[in-house]
């Protein structure tokens, strides 16, 4: 019953390649996001859903592309995979509208490997 | 450009000690401004959080002091103790950026037994 759940936690690939991390969250709400954490811990925001609806897309090469087939999963498609790409993916997610508290919910992270 | 800046980027307190964390911020527009606890291998999660309305939250051993005029605000952890361990990430948002959460670079806090 976890919340926000992702899968693979680990994920280890050659450069070049495309992979895929899903995201699905079982508490109801309307907005959903990922975020890269870097090797320095970091957090930068890469995308925001809103009832499926991309909100917010913080210059990210267009390798990346997310999709949401319905407001409860937000699934991130990499293609072409550099090194420069390794890090934790997280997921998160939250109310919105008056429901948003700006607190995010947010999954226990995939950890992308470039070789 | 970075809108929060955090400091420091590590901190070592003894057990029983205050922990402080401090931030900046530099858009006045902010109007929510939390703290994210994360622990190895974890997703952040939200520990407290404060509005501009107020100069002050305390939650159990856990406070936020906010000062509106100078831009800033920290985060004090009484009585420290080893779970508290972790790293933790300040943050800023405002109404009307669709959701979006800038956050500080994060400080990792160790405490010695």
């Known amino acids: 019953d976890t919340a926000v759940s992702q899968t693979p936690k680990y994920l280890v690939t050659q450069m070049g390649n495309d992979k895929s991390i899903k995201c699905e969250q079982n508490?109801?709400?309307?907005?959903m996001y990922w975020y890269k954490q870097d090797s320095k811990k970091f957090l930068k925001i890469m995308f925001s859903?809103?009832?499926?609806?991309?909100?917010i897309n913080e210059t990210v090469p267009n390798r990346f592309s997310p999709k949401s087939p319905d407001k409860a999963h937000l699934n991130l498609h990499i293609n072409s995979l550099e090194l420069g790409d390794s890090a934790v993916y997280f997921c998160?997610?939250?109310?919105?509208?008056?429901?948003?508290?700006?607190?995010?919910?947010f999954g226990e992270g995939s950890r992308l490997t470039v070789l | 450009q970075q809108q929060v800046k955090q400091s420091p980027q590590s901190l070592i307190v003894q057990k029983g000690g205050i922990s402080i964390i401090n931030c900046a911020y530099e858009n006045t527009a902010f109007d929510y401004f939390p703290w994210y606890q994360q622990f190895p291998g974890k997703g952040p999660a939200l520990l407290i959080a404060?509005?501009?309305?107020?100069s002050e939250k305390k939650e159990g051993r856990f406070t936020i002091s906010f000062n509106k005029s100078a831009k800033q605000f920290s985060l004090h952890i009484m009585d420290s103790q080893p779970g508290d361990s972790a790293t933790y990430f300040c943050?800023?948002?405002?109404?009307?950026?669709?959701?979006?959460?800038?956050f500080g670079k994060g400080t990792l806090l160790t405490v010695n037994p």
């Open positions: 998160a997610s939250s109310p919105s509208g008056t429901g948003f508290t700006g607190e995010l919910f």
């Open positions: 404060i509005r501009p309305d107020v």
């Open positions: 859903y809103n009832n499926k609806e991309l909100i």
């Open positions: 508490l109801g709400h309307d907005t």
């Open positions: 943050a800023a948002s405002k109404r009307g950026s669709n959701y979006k959460l800038t």
